[in-house]
């Protein structure tokens, strides 16, 4: 089992920034993926980016390249999300989801899970 907890979310205005953080314990052997997901109200769960343990390979969602950069600190089990040029339409519930599986994409097939944060972007 991976246990994940996320923190860094709160409330900003729009044009600005926050860093989530996501810290896996247990087995982390489970986290060869790592990723994250959004919810706004009233809308399914989406895909933001991903990255693979090595780091060199990342993915991120269309609507958020180029805004939001994941990266991962293995000697700490911690995986990021540092969230510039923050919109309203960015206002969500962010989860951090991690798998063993070694799969050409980094979009689907999460075994695990984390509570989420949430994020709310002002106008």
């Known amino acids: 089992q991976v246990q994940l907890v996320e923190s860094g979310g709160g409330l900003v205005q729009a044009g600005g920034s926050l860093r989530l953080s996501c810290a896996a314990s247990g087995r982390t052997g489970g986290t060869y993926t790592m990723g994250w997901f959004r919810q706004a109200p009233g809308k399914e769960r989406e895909f933001v980016a991903a990255i693979r343990r090595s780091g060199g390979d990342t993915d991120y969602a269309g609507s958020v390249k180029g805004r939001f950069t994941i990266s991962r600190d293995n000697s700490k089990n911690t995986l990021y999300l540092q969230m510039n040029s923050l919109k309203p339409e960015d206002t969500a519930v962010y989860y951090c989801?991690?798998?063993?599986?070694?799969?050409?994409?980094?979009?689907?097939?999460?075994?695990?899970w984390g509570q989420g944060t949430q994020v709310t972007v002002s106008s």
């Open positions: 989801a991690a798998r063993a599986l070694q799969l050409l994409t980094m979009r689907s097939d999460y075994t695990y």
